[in-house]
């Protein structure tokens, strides 16, 4: 079962568009920052349309994030 580790993560470098009719390169681009995870959408590099989108599970880039600004703040 040790071989079942061994592909963690899969990042797409070419993916079927449809506005394309064929398969072009990808760009994969950040679109939101979770609490659980990054969620990025794949983007053709040929007319911009989106092609997929992956959402991993790897939290530390919330954190990074700047807090929310305190009420008080708005006084």
Known sequence: MA???AFEEFE???LF???CRRATPARKKL???LPSGNKYDYVCTECGATVGGK???DARAFHTTIPPASPRDFR
């Open 55 to 57: 959402t991993d599970n």
């Open 12 to 14: 797409a470098t070419s």
């Open 31 to 33: 679109l939101l920052v």
């Open 17 to 19: 568009c449809p506005r």
């Open 3 to 5: 071989h079942a580790d």
